[in-house]
């Protein structure tokens, strides 16, 4: 990468990532870099069957968002070998949801210098392997932003040293290594919070275990780690210091560090600091849509996963969370209380205290309150759903109106159908779910219930009570139980009965 020819402003990209960045700086080019990302461990202190990397952060395992930050640079799943241990198989079929990542299985967990050394095979092989610069996160680190690892990749490829390491001041450095400086503020080693003399621990500059290796020193190196007697494991943060050595002091300095905000890199060891980590996440969302125009009249009560879209001048009402890949399109007036998952909502849609999942709604749509739309709906233009309504797998066409409590399931819907209080779609016979077509302008009457499959024509209507067993013509108005067409007496009928 030639930094000196990419500081053009027309170079200067700006893209705001999932997680709520705006990240306006030149992304470096990621053809030299290499990712060893270390989950193998359990998480003993989570006290939790599930690895610690699949626990849900913002409602995705907290792995995704360090896997999206680490896309965001420009580096591919390809270049990103992913090292796992405890549970390896789930971890492996979860990370691999989202790329074509590399999996390394640490079998034993000896350490994090052990753990790195697992990925040597893998990423080795990879093109231009011998001028790869590796780098190494930890799978418990999930705050991490795209920005911050451009920011390290960048500033390791223009000084080049052996490693470049981020460093941060923590209030309460208890549980990190710290980082051990000499008179002149240089870089001497990490000490484990174990290991520390008395007089060290009040030191406040950390060891998030962010760091950029060069590739080829790493893989050497890493061979000459030694145990640490007691804990039994080899560790990573021995190898800055031994960066130190082994090049001659008038050299450049070996070891670069780079400093960043603590809340970036948290580490995530209970459900304590996981809770945290869910906080600092979920404000930095929140933020990044207030900044791109979406209201949020309650940001204590307000809940977006990091993948949501949300267009400007739409209103998120207190008590709304929105969860998955929602995108909610401009104008619309989203709660309180509403529940959307993975949900596509058009423009100047109301969903008021009402839960829409896995379904499409297109614009001036109105919900609620208190309706449900359950996986697999479409609701076209101008669709209105009022109270207690309830739908499933269902087609409703533009500008039909279903404004009290009932239930339609497995039906298609035209336009402009006037679904009458109390109506149910009889979809389930016990065995099969059903089909039910109902055409454009049909009424149904209060209380109906439509047994499947059954296909009502353009312009029908049932009256109130009536059980519709049989398929209903157009124009044909059907009542009772079970429903029948009403006849209409003709003249010459009439004339007849009068005769009688
Ligand atoms: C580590 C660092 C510490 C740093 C802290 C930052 C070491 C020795 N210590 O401590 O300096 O301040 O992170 O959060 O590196 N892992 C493996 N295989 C192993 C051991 C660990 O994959 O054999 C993985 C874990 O799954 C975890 C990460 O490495 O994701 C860190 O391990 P953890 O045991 O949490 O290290 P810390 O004690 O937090
Ligand atoms: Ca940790």
Same mark, same amino acid.
């Given at each position: 990468?030639?930094?000196?020819?990419?500081?053009?402003?027309?170079?200067?990209?700006?893209?705001?990532?999932?997680?709520?960045?705006?990240?306006?700086?030149?992304?470096?080019?990621?053809?030299?870099?290499?990712?060893?990302?270390?989950?193998?461990?359990?998480?003993?202190?989570?006290?939790?069957?599930?690895?610690?990397?699949?626990?849900?952060?913002?409602?995705?395992?907290?792995?995704?968002?360090?896997?999206?930050?680490?896309?965001?640079?420009?580096?591919?799943?390809?270049?990103?070998?992913?090292?796992?241990?405890?549970?390896?198989?789930?971890?492996?079929?979860?990370?691999?949801?989202?790329?074509?990542?590399?999996?390394?299985?640490?079998?034993?967990?000896?350490?994090?210098?052990?753990?790195?050394?697992?990925?040597?095979?893998?990423?080795?092989?990879?093109?231009?392997?011998?001028?790869?610069?590796?780098?190494?996160?930890?799978?418990?680190?999930?705050?991490?932003?795209?920005?911050?690892?451009?920011?390290?990749?960048?500033?390791?490829?223009?000084?080049?040293?052996?490693?470049?390491?981020?460093?941060?001041?923590?209030?309460?450095?208890?549980?990190?290594?710290?980082?051990?400086?000499?008179?002149?503020?240089?870089?001497?080693?990490?000490?484990?919070?174990?290991?520390?003399?008395?007089?060290?621990?009040?030191?406040?500059?950390?060891?998030?275990?962010?760091?950029?290796?060069?590739?080829?020193?790493?893989?050497?190196?890493?061979?000459?780690?030694?145990?640490?007697?007691?804990?039994?494991?080899?560790?990573?943060?021995?190898?800055?210091?031994?960066?130190?050595?082994?090049?001659?002091?008038?050299?450049?300095?070996?070891?670069?560090?780079?400093?960043?905000?603590?809340?970036?890199?948290?580490?995530?060891?209970?459900?304590?600091?996981?809770?945290?980590?869910?906080?600092?996440?979920?404000?930095?969302?929140?933020?990044?849509?207030?900044?791109?125009?979406?209201?949020?009249?309650?940001?204590?009560?307000?809940?977006?996963?990091?993948?949501?879209?949300?267009?400007?001048?739409?209103?998120?009402?207190?008590?709304?969370?929105?969860?998955?890949?929602?995108?909610?399109?401009?104008?619309?007036?989203?709660?309180?209380?509403?529940?959307?998952?993975?949900?596509?909502?058009?423009?100047?849609?109301?969903?008021?205290?009402?839960?829409?999942?896995?379904?499409?709604?297109?614009? +001036? !749509?109105? =919900? @609620?309150?208190? %309706?449900?739309? /359950?996986?697999?709906?479409? #609701?076209?233009?101008?669709?209105?759903? $009022?109270?207690?309504?309830?739908?499933?797998?269902?087609?409703?066409?533009?500008?039909?109106?279903?404004?009290?409590?009932?239930?339609?399931?497995?039906?298609?819907?035209?336009?402009?159908?006037?679904?009458?209080?109390?109506?149910?779609?009889?979809?389930?016979?016990?065995?099969?779910?059903?089909?039910?077509?109902?055409?454009? +302008? !049909?009424? =149904? @009457?209060?209380? %109906?219930?439509? /047994?499947?499959?059954?296909? #009502?024509?353009?312009?029908?209507?049932? $009256?109130?009570?009536?059980?519709?067993?049989?398929?209903?013509?157009?124009?044909?108005?059907?009542?009772?139980?079970?429903?029948?067409?009403?006849?209409?007496?003709?003249?010459?009928?009439?004339?007849?009965?009068?005769?009688?």
């Amino acid at each position: 990468m030639n930094l000196t020819n990419n500081t053009g402003i027309e170079k200067l990209h700006m893209y705001i990532e999932a997680s709520g960045e705006i990240v306006d700086h030149i992304p470096p080019d990621p053809a030299n870099i290499a990712v060893v990302i270390l989950a193998a461990g359990k998480g003993t202190r989570m006290r939790s069957k599930l690895p610690k990397v699949l626990h849900p952060l913002l409602g995705e395992p907290m792995i995704y968002h360090l896997l999206r930050a680490v896309r965001h640079t420009g580096i591919p799943p390809e270049r990103t070998a992913i090292v796992v241990g405890y549970s390896g198989e789930e971890v492996a079929n979860v990370v691999k949801k989202q790329g074509n990542y590399l999996i390394v299985y640490q079998d034993e967990q000896l350490g994090t210098g052990h753990a790195v050394k697992c990925a040597e095979n893998e990423l080795t092989k990879l093109e231009n392997a011998d001028t790869t610069h590796v780098l190494v996160l930890l799978g418990d680190g999930p705050l991490v932003k795209a920005h911050t690892l451009n920011r390290l990749i960048q500033s390791h490829l223009t000084s080049n040293p052996l490693v470049t390491l981020v460093t941060t001041e923590a209030e309460n450095p208890y549980g990190y290594g710290r980082i051990i400086r000499d008179g002149k503020e240089r870089f001497c080693q990490i000490i484990e919070e174990a290991e520390l003399l008395p007089q060290q621990r009040n030191l406040k500059e950390i060891n998030p275990s962010l760091y950029l290796f060069q590739g080829k020193w790493l893989w050497e190196n890493l061979r000459r780690l030694e145990k640490h007697p007691a804990k039994g494991e080899y560790y990573l943060t021995d190898l800055p210091a031994m960066a130190l050595k082994t090049i001659a002091a008038d050299e450049l300095h070996p070891v670069q560090t780079m400093k960043t905000d603590f809340e970036e890199v948290l580490g995530i060891n209970d459900r304590v600091q996981l809770a945290e980590a869910e906080i600092i996440m979920r404000h930095r969302v929140l933020r990044q849509h207030m900044l791109n125009g979406v209201t949020i009249v309650d940001t204590a009560s307000t809940y977006i996963s990091a993948t949501a879209r949300i267009e400007a001048d739409t209103i998120l009402e207190p008590n709304t969370h929105i969860r998955g890949k929602c995108i909610i399109k401009k104008g619309c007036v989203i709660g309180p209380n509403t529940i959307l998952v993975e949900a596509t909502i058009g423009e100047n849609c109301v969903i008021n205290a009402s839960m829409v999942e896995n379904s499409t709604l297109k614009n +001036n !749509v109105s =919900i @609620g309150p208190f %309706s449900h739309v /359950r996986p697999g709906c479409m #609701l076209e233009e101008g669709v209105y759903m $009022g109270n207690f309504a309830e739908v499933s797998r269902a087609h409703i066409g533009a500008d039909s109106k279903q404004s009290h409590f009932s239930f339609i399931g497995d039906a298609t819907l035209g336009k402009k159908v006037n679904v009458g209080a109390g109506t149910i779609t009889a979809n389930y016979d016990g065995k099969n779910k059903n089909k039910t077509i109902i055409g454009d +302008n !049909v009424f =149904i @009457g209060s209380d %109906s219930i439509l /047994r499947a499959p059954l296909t #009502l024509g353009d312009d029908a209507t049932t $009256g109130a009570g009536s059980i519709v067993t049989k398929n209903v013509e157009p124009g044909v108005t059907v009542v009772g139980m079970p429903a029948r067409p009403i006849r209409r007496k003709s003249v010459s009928e009439n004339t007849e009965n009068k005769e009688e």
